[in-house]
């Protein structure tokens, strides 16, 4: 009884240790990408995801899986995204998180050298967050 008593005082204590913020979810979506990690990246996304990003969107987690996601995960596989600057917002069920990025690399044979900005809306789903919108923009750097 005691040894019970003791696993559940420290899983109780530790759980906050394991809690992933939006933030991390995001990031846990490039990675996975970068890493052609398809399935992880897509475990991160709401069903009825929209991603947005250079005037095109794609309206669900399967429409992207099928059109979209293999050229973000070649592109990601020759660059690097650094994330410059970065805010999260949360409010109840719902958060969103802002940044400001610089992504270097090649590309198809191109030297790549962009800044960008994401924004990503969240809704908590059990103890998680799934993505639930991503809306990506970008430039050449001067």
Same mark, same amino acid.
């Given at each position: 009884?005691?040894?019970?008593?003791?696993?559940?005082?420290?899983?109780?204590?530790?759980?906050?240790?394991?809690?992933?913020?939006?933030?991390?979810?995001?990031?846990?979506?490039?990675?996975?990408?970068?890493?052609?990690?398809?399935?992880?990246?897509?475990?991160?996304?709401?069903?009825?995801?929209?991603? #947005?990003?250079?005037?095109?969107?794609?309206?669900?987690?399967?429409?992207?899986?099928?059109?979209?996601?293999?050229?973000?995960?070649?592109?990601?596989?020759?660059?690097?995204?650094?994330?410059? @600057?970065?805010?999260?917002?949360?409010?109840?069920?719902?958060?969103?998180?802002?940044?400001?990025?610089?992504?270097?690399?090649? #590309?198809?044979?191109?030297?790549?050298?962009?800044?960008?900005?994401?924004?990503?809306?969240?809704? @908590?789903?059990?103890?998680?967050?799934?993505?639930?919108?991503?809306?990506?923009?970008?430039? @050449?750097? @001067?």
């Amino acid at each position: 009884m005691r040894q019970l008593f003791c696993f559940a005082f420290f899983a109780a204590v530790s759980l906050p240790v394991f809690a992933v913020t939006p933030t991390e979810v995001v990031s846990a979506y490039h990675v996975a990408v970068a890493h052609g990690e398809t399935a992880k990246a897509l475990s991160l996304l709401s069903p009825a995801v929209q991603i #947005y990003e250079s005037g095109h969107v794609e309206q669900s987690k399967d429409e992207y899986a099928g059109h979209h996601l293999p050229a973000d995960v070649a592109f990601a596989k020759g660059t690097s995204r650094k994330v410059l @600057k970065g805010s999260e917002r949360i409010g109840g069920d719902l958060a969103v998180v802002v940044q400001e990025t610089e992504t270097r690399g090649t #590309y198809n044979g191109t030297a790549i050298h962009m800044l960008g900005t994401e924004t990503a809306v969240l809704e @908590k789903k059990g103890d998680g967050w799934v993505v639930t919108h991503f809306h990506w923009s970008s430039r @050449k750097a @001067k």
